[in-house]
C-alpha cells in the first residue's frame, strides 16, 4: 500500500465513514494506489447510499455502466471527488430475471440521461424515473428490442416500426396558444444534427427540449467482441475533435488493465499533445461563438489561427487531427526535440494573436452585449446536473480531472484552473481564452523540459481484466470504462463523454431567453454531438 | 468598427492559390498510401489494414482509397511500408467524366450553391468542411456558396457514415432540393461506412440511400480535397472515375 | 324618372308585408321569405336614395299632425340619403347571405320571430334616418334600440349573450337619454320640434347652450357609434349575436350614431367652437387607437373585428373633427375635404365590415369554432370565401387598389392640411392625432396579416378545421357583391367623391368636388373657370390623352395646397389597378414564355427534416400578436390567471401553464372605479336601511320636520 500523500488522505479515510453510516449494508474495498474505493450494496439501500455521496460528501456523479451478463445484471455508478478525494465506484446486482431497480435521478439528479440511455439500449427499468423511453432509440425502433444486449447482433440491420399517425412529440408548455418551435435536425449551414422543439407564446423561449442521438453509431455495441487494436480506432474517432483525449482515456485504460508503465517520455509528449488539442479546440469554439454573434472578422482572423494549428499538427505527427498516435504503452511515433521546441514558439506566436484578438474582443459592446448575462446557470444548477468542463467552470463549479485524478504525469506540471462565477456566456468565453493561455503554457513547459528515454513500453500481452481511464477532455471530464475478456477481446466498453453531461445542462441556459439567443447560447457551450452521441 | 477593418488588413492574405497553383504548405493534407510493387513481404502489411483497403496480386501492393482512414499501420513499426503519397486531389467521380447524362451543365461551373448535411460525421470532417469557407481556403473565389436551404442547393455534400436515425432526414433534403442536383459524399465513412459501418446503427456510406456522384475519400478529407471534389463535380479539374480500370499504377482501383 | 318618395313608400309596404307574412310562414321557409322580401326592400330603397343623392333634390312628406308635439315630418335630404343608401347597401347582402346562415337555428330557435324583427328593424332605421322632427326621430331610435337588442340577444339561451344585450340595452338607453336631453335644450328656444325650426332657432342660442348641447348629443350619441368611453358594450355585443346581426350592427346601427353627432352638430347648430372640434378629433383618436390594440391581441374572430369597427368609427369621428375644427376657423373647404373623408371612410367601413362579418359567419357555420388558434388551412377547403375575405383584409388594412386605401388617405391628407390654421397648439394636436391614427393604420395591418393568415393559411390546427366544407352559392355571393363593392369604390373614387359633395355642401355651404376632382384632365377650350392658356398648358403636358375615354373627371384624386402652400397630393387607385394588372399579367406572361420547357416538381414543405410537421409546430395567432403585447402592456395590464410549474423531484418539469387575461383600459379606468364609487356609496347608504322599525320612524319624523321648516320660510 503506498504511503498516504495528500492526494489520498481523505480517500484513505472513506472506509471509515462509509462504515460509520452504513454498517453492514454495504461492504467496502479499497484501491489507493487508483484513487478508487469500491463499494457493494443491494437495491434497497442504492438510492440512499448514492444521495449521501453526492449530498453529504460531495461527490460528483460521473457515469453508470451496465453490463450484461450470463447470470445477472450488474451496474456500476461511477463517482468522482474533489483533489484527494478520489473515485468511488457502487456496484450493484441484479438477477437476470428482476429488471427493476429504484431510480437515483431524483436526488441525484446527474443521473438522469444515463439512466434512460441504460432504459433504451438495455430494456432496464428505472422505478421512480419520471421520463423514460425514446432517447436514444427513435420512434421507428421496434419494441422490445434492445441494442446492447448480448443476444442482439450489431451486424443485423432491424425492421423498422410503423409509427402511430398520432404520434406526437411531448410537450411541456400547456398555455393556450402556445406552440412549438421546430429546429432541425439539418438547419444552419454547418450544424451538426440534432433536433430542437423550442416551447414558446410568441417572445421568449420557455422551454427548449434537445433531441439527441440522430448520430447514434452505436459505438459501444460494434466494439464489442473486437480487438483491442480495432477499438482504439473507434476510440479515437468517435469524436475526430477530441480524438487523441479519448483515444488517451482508452489507452490508459488498457495499460491499467495490464499493470504496464508508460515511458516518462510518452507520458510528457501525450501532454503536450493534449494541450495542443485542447489549445486548438478552445480556439475553434471561440471562433464558434464570434461567428454565432456575426462577427465576420475575428471569426475569420480565429479561423486563420485555428488552420494554422491543424497545418503545425500534421506537419509534426502526420494527421491534421492527431490521429493515429496513441497506443496502448505509449505513442507510436517519436518526435525530434528541436521540433518540438519549435512547435513551443510557434505556440507562443498564436498566443499573442490569440490575446490581441481577445483584448479586441472585450472592448466590443455589440459582442458583449449579446454574451453578457445570456444563457446563465447559477452553480447550484451545475452542481445538481454534475457539468464539467469549460461550462462548469465558468459557474464556479472547478473539478479538472487534470487536479482531481491527475494522468499521465500532470500532478509534474504547474498550471491553474481558470474559473469564473457568472455563469453567463461571457463567463464561458473567459473561461476558454484563459484555458486556452494555459494549454499554451504548458506546452511550453513541457517542451522546453521533455524527459529522454523510450516513447514505447516494450512489447506486452492483454490480459482480462476491467478499469476505468479519464481523461479532462477539451470539453471536460470523459470517462471510459474498459472489461477486457480472457480471449483479448472487449467485453464491455462504456465511454460517458463530456458532451453527453453538457448536453444535458443546455436546456437550463437556453430558457426564458429570446430565439435569437438561442444559436448563440449553443455556440457558447461547445458541445459536439458527435461525442454526445457516440 | 476600424478596429476590425485594421486587423484584417494587417494579417493579409492568406488563401491558398489552388487551384491556380498546386498548394505546398506543410501540413496540408495527411496524405494516402500509394501502392507499390515489391517483392517484400506482403502479407503483414495487408493484414495491418483494419479497413482491408490494401491487397495485393502478385508483386503488386494496391490501394483502394474508399477504405483508407489514414491509421498509418501500413507505414509505421513495419519491415516493408507502403509508399506514401502527400497530395490531397483525391476525388473520384463515380461514373464517367463523359457521361452527359451526370454532368453538371456549363452554368454551374462558377456558380455552384452548396447544401452540407450531417448524417453521423465525427468532428474531424465537419471541422474540415467548415475550413473551405474560411480564410484559407476560401471558396466564394471560386463561385462556391454555402447555402442553409436545399431549396437553392445545387450539390448535397453528406458525410458520415449514415445513421439510421438519420436515413429519413437526408431522404427528405434530397427530395427537397429541386433538378438538376448532384451528391458529394465526403470521407471514407460516407462512402464504404469507415471503422464504423455497416451495423444495427449505420449504414455503409449513402450510396444505399440516394446516389452519390463524386466521392471524396479520407478520414478526414483535407480542406483541399474537398474543392478538389467540388472542382471535379463542376469539370474544372480532370477526373479520374471509379470505373475506369487503372490498377496497374497500384494508385486506385474499384 | 325615378320618383324617390315612390319607393320610399314601396319599401315601407314591403316591410310591413315581411312582418305580417313571416308569422304565417313555417319555420323553415322563412329564412328564404325573408332574403327575397328584405333584398328587394333593399333595392328599392336604394333606388329612392339613389336618385336623391345623384340628383341632389330631396324631397318631404308629411305624416299626422299630433297634440302638442306638431307635425310628424319625414324629409330625405342628400345626408339622409347617404346614410339610406348604405343602410341598403349593407342590408342586400345581408339578406341573400341570411337564407343559408339562418338554417342552423332551425328547430332551436323562433325563425318567425327574427324575420320580424329584421324587417321591423330595417324600416325603423329607415325612419330614423328620415325623420326630421324630434318626436319622429326618438321613436323610430327607441325602437331601433329595442330591436337591435332582440336581435343581439337572439340567442338567448346563453348566458353570456344575455348580459351582453341587457349591457347594451343599458348603455344604449343612457346614450338615448343625453341625446334626448341635447334635443330638449335645442327645443327649448324654438316653438315647433320640426328639424328646420330648429335650425333657424338654433343661431339665437348662447355659448353655455352649445357647449351643453354638443356635449350631450356628442355622449349620447357615440354610444351608438362605439366612441371611448362608450364602446365597451361593443365587444361583447358582437360574438353574442348570429353573424348577419353583427354585420348589421356594424355596418347600419354604429353609423346612426355618427349621423346623430353630424345631424346635431352640422346641421342644425353647426359647431363654431374649435375646443368642441379638438375634443371630437381627440376622441375619435383615442377610440381609433385603443380599438386596434385591442383587435391586434383577441383571437376570437368576431371579437376582433368588433374592436376593429371601433378603430373605424375612431377614424371616422376624427376625420369629423377635424372637419368641425377648420369649420369653426372658416376653412370651410378644407372642412368639406375632412367631412368628404370622414363620410368616405364610413361608406367604406360599412362595405367591408359587413363582409367581413360574413367572412367570419361562413367560417364559424363551417368549422363551428371562431378561435383563430383552433384554424388554419381553410383556404384549401373554402377558396371562395377565402378570397373575399381576403379582399376584405386588404381593404381594411388600406391597401390600394381597395376602397380602404382612398379613405385612409384623405383622412391623413387632412390631418396635413392643418397647416393653414393660424394657432400654434390646435396644430400641435392636429400632429399628434395624426401620428396616432398613422399608428392605427400600421396595426391595422399587422391586425389583418394575422387574422386572415392564423385563418386561412398554413396547416389545419384542429380536427374540425380539417373538415371544414365551402358554403353553398346563397352563401358565397353575398361576399362576392360586397368585394366587388370593395374594389369598385376603391378604384372610381372620381365618381364617388361628386356624390358625397351633394351630401356635405349643403352643410358647408361650397362645393369642392373641383378642389378633390378637379375637371382639367378632362376640360374642354372655352370652359369659363379656366383659362385658355392653362388648358393648353394641360393639354402639351400630355395630361389630357386620352380624354374621350376617361370616365368621370380623369381618375386623379388631388387636392391643392394654399397660396402659402402650393404643394399638390394626388392619387390614383385607379391607375394603380391598371399598372398592377399590366404588370402581373405581363410577368406572368413573360415567365411563362420564358420558362416553358422547364418541368416544375411540387413538393412538402421543407422542414427540416422533422419526420412530421404538425399544426403544434406553425405560429399561432397568440404568438403573433405576442409582441404588441409585449410592447403596449403599460395598456393592457393583463392579468394572471392560472400559473402553473409542475416539476416532479424538483428537476423533472412537466407542466408549464400561463394563462392571462386582461381587462379593457376603459373597464378599468372609467368604469370600474365609477361603479366602486357607486357601491361605496350604496353601501354608505345602505347604512340607513337597519331594520329596525323605529329608526325609520325617526327618518319620517325628520323629514316631516325638514318640510315644515321649509315651508314656513318660503
Known amino acids: 500500500m503506498e504511503e498516504p500523500t495528500n492526494k489520498t488522505i481523505k480517500l484513505i479515510n472513506l472506509p471509515e465513514t462509509i462504515a460509520f453510516h452504513w454498517h453492514s449494508k454495504v461492504r467496502v474495498s479499497l484501491y489507493p494506489e487508483k484513487f478508487l474505493c469500491l463499494m457493494e450494496c443491494n437495491t434497497d439501500v442504492l438510492v440512499e447510499v448514492c444521495n449521501w455521496l453526492f449530498s453529504e460528501l460531495g461527490y460528483r456523479f460521473a457515469s453508470l455502466v451496465v453490463e450484461d451478463q450470463p447470470q445477472k445484471w450488474l451496474l456500476r455508478y461511477i463517482f468522482y471527488g474533489a483533489e484527494g478525494e478520489g473515485q468511488v465506484h457502487i456496484l450493484c446486482q441484479l438477477s437476470k430475471a428482476e429488471k427493476i431497480i429504484p431510480s437515483i435521478s431524483n436526488l441525484v439528479h446527474a443521473a438522469d440521461w444515463q439512466e434512460r440511455e441504460a432504459e433504451d439500449l438495455f430494456g432496464l427499468v428505472f422505478e421512480g424515473h419520471p421520463r423514460l423511453g425514446d432517447f436514444i432509440l427513435h420512434e421507428e425502433w421496434p419494441e422490445g428490442i434492445n441494442p446492447m444486449r448480448t443476444e442482439f447482433d450489431s451486424l443485423k440491420p432491424y425492421i423498422h416500426r410503423e409509427i402511430d399517425p398520432e404520434w406526437k412529440p411531448a410537450r411541456i408548455v400547456q398555455t393556450p396558444g402556445a406552440f412549438m418551435m421546430p429546429i432541425g435536425p439539418i438547419y444552419s449551414d454547418f450544424a451538426e444534427s440534432a433536433h430542437f422543439l423550442l416551447e414558446t407564446v410568441g417572445e421568449d423561449v420557455i422551454r427548449t427540449i434537445p433531441r439527441l442521438f440522430y448520430k447514434y453509431r452505436g459505438i459501444e455495441k460494434i466494439a464489442e467482441k473486437k480487438s483491442v487494436e480495432h477499438v482504439i480506432l473507434l476510440a479515437e474517432r468517435f469524436s475526430g475533435t477530441s480524438a487523441f483525449a479519448h483515444s488517451l482515456a482508452f489507452c490508459q485504460a488498457v495499460e491499467d488493465i495490464a499493470g504496464v508503465e508508460v515511458p516518462e517520455r510518452a507520458k510528457s509528449l501525450r501532454i503536450l499533445m493534449a494541450e495542443l488539442e485542447r489549445f486548438r479546440h478552445h480556439i475553434k469554439a471561440i471562433a464558434g461563438i464570434c461567428a454565432s454573434t456575426a462577427m465576420v472578422v475575428p471569426t475569420s482572423q480565429l479561423s486563420i489561427l485555428e488552420e494554422e494549428l491543424l497545418r503545425l499538427s500534421c506537419a509534426l505527427t502526420g494527421h491534421r487531427y492527431l490521429f493515429g498516435l496513441n497506443i496502448p504503452g505509449g505513442l507510436s511515433i517519436d518526435f525530434d526535440n528541436d521540433k518540438l521546441k519549435n512547435l513551443a514558439t510557434t505556440i507562443n506566436e498564436v498566443l499573442k494573436k490569440l490575446n490581441e484578438l481577445k483584448e479586441m474582443l472585450c472592448f466590443s459592446s455589440s459582442f458583449l452585449d449579446r454574451l453578457e448575462e445570456v444563457g446563465t446557470i447559477s452553480r447550484e444548477r451545475a452542481v445538481s446536473y454534475g457539468l464539467v468542463g469549460p461550462v462548469a467552470r465558468a459557474s464556479g463549479m472547478i473539478r479538472d480531472l487534470r487536479k482531481v485524478l491527475p494522468y499521465s504525469g500532470y500532478e509534474k506540471i504547474d498550471f491553474i484552473v481558470p474559473c469564473e462565477q457568472e455563469g453567463d456566456g461571457y463567463a464561458r468565453l473567459r473561461v476558454l481564452f484563459s484555458e486556452a493561455e494555459q494549454s499554451a503554457q504548458i506546452i511550453n513547459q513541457v517542451a522546453f523540459s521533455l524527459p529522454s528515454g523510450p516513447v514505447v513500453s516494450p512489447v506486452f500481452s492483454i490480459v482480462h481484466g476491467s478499469s476505468l481511464g479519464w481523461v479532462e477532455a477539451p470539453c471536460g471530464a470523459a470517462f471510459h470504462w474498459v472489461k477486457l475478456d480472457e480471449g483479448d477481446r472487449i467485453d464491455r466498453y462504456r465511454i460517458t463523454t463530456p458532451s453527453f453531461t453538457n448536453w444535458h445542462g443546455f436546456h437550463l441556459a437556453a430558457e426564458d431567453f429570446a430565439f435569437q439567443d438561442f444559436p448563440i447560447i449553443m455556440a457558447t457551450f461547445c458541445l459536439s454531438n458527435a461525442e454526445c452521441d457516440r | ?254 | 324618372m325615378i320618383n324617390p318618395s315612390n319607393f320610399l313608400i314601396i319599401f315601407l309596404i314591403l316591410c310591413s308585408l315581411g312582418v305580417v307574412l313571416s308569422l304565417f310562414l313555417p319555420d323553415r321557409r322563412n329564412p328564404l321569405f325573408l332574403a327575397w322580401i328584405s333584398s328587394i326592400a333593399s333595392i328599392s330603397i336604394l333606388l329612392s336614395s339613389g336618385n336623391v343623392l345623384l340628383y341632389g333634390l330631396p324631397f318631404q312628406i308629411e305624416l299626422w299632425t299630433l297634440p302638442f308635439l306638431g307635425t310628424l315630418i319625414l324629409k330625405m335630404d342628400c345626408l339622409s340619403a347617404l346614410f339610406v343608401f348604405i343602410t341598403g347597401l349593407v342590408f342586400l347582402p345581408v339578406s341573400i347571405f341570411s337564407a343559408g346562415y339562418m338554417k342552423k337555428y332551425l328547430g332551436r330557435y323562433n325563425l318567425r320571430t327574427f324575420s320580424v324583427f329584421y324587417h321591423l328593424l330595417f324600416a325603423s332605421i329607415v325612419i330614423l334616418l328620415i325623420a326630421n322632427d324630434i318626436f319622429s326621430f326618438l321613436l323610430a331610435w327607441e325602437i331601433m334600440s329595442i330591436l337591435s337588442y332582440l336581435l343581439v340577444n337572439y340567442e338567448h339561451e346563453k348566458d353570456e349573450n344575455t348580459s351582453s344585450g341587457y349591457l347594451m340595452l343599458a348603455m344604449s338607453e343612457a346614450g338615448t337619454i343625453m341625446a334626448a336631453f341635447a334635443f330638449l335644450l335645442l327645443a327649448n328656444g324654438s316653438g315647433s320640434l320640426d328639424f328646420a325650426s330648429l335650425k333657424s332657432a338654433s343661431a339665437r342660442l348662447g355659448d353655455s347652450n352649445r357647449w351643453a348641447i354638443f356635449l350631450l348629443s356628442f355622449l349620447g350619441f357615440s354610444v351608438k357609434a362605439g366612441l371611448v368611453p362608450n364602446n365597451i358594450w361593443l365587444p361583447k355585443a358582437h360574438p353574442a349575436a348570429p353573424s348577419n346581426v353583427s354585420a348589421l350592427l356594424s355596418g347600419v346601427i354604429l353609423n346612426l350614431g355618427i349621423y346623430g353627432i353630424l345631424r346635431v352638430n352640422a346641421d342644425i347648430l353647426p359647431v363654431t367652437q374649435v375646443g368642441l372640434g379638438l375634443l371630437t378629433l381627440f376622441v375619435g383618436t383615442v377610440s381609433a387607437l385603443f380599438g386596434i390594440l385591442y383587435a391586434t391581441i383577441r383571437k376570437d374572430m368576431k371579437e376582433m373585428l368588433a374592436h376593429s369597427s371601433i378603430e373605424n368609427m375612431g377614424i371616422i369621428t376624427a376625420g369629423i373633427g377635424a372637419g368641425f375644427v377648420f369649420m369653426a376657423s372658416g376653412y370651410f373647404v378644407l372642412a368639406g375635404i375632412a367631412f368628404i373623408a370622414a363620410l368616405y371612410h364610413m361608406t367604406n367601413h360599412s362595405i367591408y365590415k359587413a363582409l367581413l362579418f360574413l367572412g367570419a359567419g361562413a367560417v364559424d357555420s363551417s368549422v363551428g369554432d371562431r378561435n383563430m388558434d383552433h384554424l388554419g388551412g381553410l383556404m384549401k377547403v373554402m377558396p371562395w370565401t377565402g378570397l373575399f375575405f381576403l379582399i376584405g383584409s386588404l381593404s381594411i388594412a388600406a391597401l390600394p387598389p381597395f376602397n380602404g386605401f382612398v379613405s385612409e388617405w384623405l383622412t391623413l391628407q387632412t390631418m396635413l392640411q392643418s397647416a393653414a390654421l393660424p394657432s400654434k397648439a390646435v396644430k400641435i394636436v392636429f400632429v399628434l392625432c395624426g401620428a396616432a391614427l398613422a399608428l392605427t393604420a400600421a396595426l391595422a395591418v399587422t391586425c389583418f396579416v394575422k387574422a386572415f393568415a392564423m385563418s386561412f393559411l398554413g396547416i389545419a390546427r384542429t380536427k374540425q378545421a380539417e373538415k371544414a366544407v365551402e358554403l353553398r352559392r346563397s352563401m358565397i355571393i353575398p361576399m362576392g357583391m360586397l368585394a366587388v363593392s370593395c374594389l369598385l369604390f376603391g378604384i372610381l373614387p372620381t365618381y364617388v367623391i361628386p356624390v358625397l359633395d351633394h351630401t356635405i355642401s349643403p352643410l358647408i355651404h361650397e362645393s369642392i368636388v373641383d378642389e378633390l376632382v378637379p375637371p382639367f384632365f378632362t376640360v374642354v377650350k372655352g370652359d369659363p373657370k379656366f383659362s385658355d392658356s392653362f388648358i393648353s398648358e394641360f393639354h402639351d403636358l400630355g395630361a389630357q390623352t386620352g380624354r374621350d375615354i376617361l370616365p368621370g373627371r380623369g381618375l386623379v384624386v388631388l387636392h391643392r395646397g394654399t397660396e402659402r402652400n402650393p404643394v399638390v397630393f394626388a392619387m390614383s387607385t385607379s391607375y394603380t389597378v391598371i399598372m398592377l394588372a399590366l404588370l402581373l399579367c405581363g410577368t406572368f406572361i413573360l415567365i411563362r414564355v420564358l420558362t416553358k420547357s422547364r418541368t416544375v416538381t411540387k413538393g412538402p414543405v421543407w422542414d427540416g427534416g422533422v419526420r412530421r410537421l404538425l399544426p403544434e409546430m406553425t405560429y399561432t395567432a397568440t404568438g403573433f400578436s405576442n409582441p404588441i403585447r409585449v410592447i403596449f402592456d403599460a395598456i393592457f395590464r393583463p392579468t394572471t390567471l392560472d400559473e402553473r410549474k409542475e416539476t416532479i423531484a424538483e428537476h423533472f418539469r412537466t407542466a408549464i401553464n400561463n394563462e392571462r387575461s386582461e381587462v379593457h383600459i376603459v373597464d378599468r379606468s372609467v368604469f370600474q372605479p365609477i361603479v366602486k364609487w357607486i357601491q361605496s356609496m350604496a353601501t354608505l347608504f345602505g347604512r340607513m336601511h337597519s331594520g329596525s322599525v323605529n329608526v325609520y320612524a325617526t327618518y319620517v319624523l325628520i323629514s316631516l320636520v325638514i318640510v315644515f321648516i321649509i315651508q314656513m320660510l318660503l
Open chain 2, 1 to 254: 468598427m476600424n478596429k476590425w477593418v485594421l486587423k484584417g488588413l494587417k494579417t493579409g492574405i492568406k488563401t491558398t492559390l489552388y487551384p491556380d497553383k498546386e498548394e505546398r504548405s506543410l501540413g496540408i493534407s495527411p496524405g494516402l498510401p500509394r501502392g507499390k510493387q515489391t517483392t517484400g513481404d506482403k502479407t503483414q502489411v495487408v493484414s495491418r489494414c483494419p479497413t482491408q483497403a490494401l491487397k495485393y496480386t502478385g508483386e503488386m501492393i494496391s490501394v483502394d482509397y474508399t477504405r483508407c482512414i489514414h491509421c498509418f499501420r501500413c507505414l509505421r513499426g513495419i519491415n516493408n511500408p507502403v509508399d506514401w503519397d502527400k497530395g490531397y486531389e483525391w476525388a473520384l467521380s463515380i461514373n464517367e467524366i463523359d457521361d452527359l447524362s451526370r454532368k453538371f451543365g456549363k452554368a454551374f461551373g462558377h456558380s455552384l450553391h452548396i447544401r452540407f448535411v450531417d448524417g453521423g460525421a465525427c468532428g474531424a470532417c465537419i471541422s474540415e468542411i467548415e475550413q473551405i469557407n474560411k480564410p484559407y481556403y476560401n471558396i466564394h473565389r471560386l463561385g462556391f456558396f454555402i447555402t442553409p436551404t436545399p431549396r437553392e442547393a445545387d450539390v448535397l455534400l453528406v458525410a458520415g457514415p449514415v445513421t439510421d436515425h438519420m436515413r429519413l432526414p437526408i431522404k427528405k433534403v434530397y427530395d427537397a432540393m429541386p433538378e438538376p442536383k448532384r451528391v458529394i459524399a465526403i470521407g471514407t465513412c460516407a462512402i464504404s461506412g469507415g471503422i464504423f459501418g455497416p451495423s444495427f446503427a449505420s449504414e455503409a456510406g449513402i450510396s444505399n440511400l440516394i446516389p452519390a456522384d463524386v466521392v471524396v475519400p479520407g478520414c478526414p478529407p483535407p480542406p483541399l480535397s474537398i474543392i478538389h471534389g467540388l472542382l471535379l463535380l463542376v469539370s474544372r479539374k480532370p477526373s479520374a472515375s471509379l470505373t475506369s480500370p487503372r490498377s496497374t499504377e497500384g494508385r486506385k482501383t474499384l
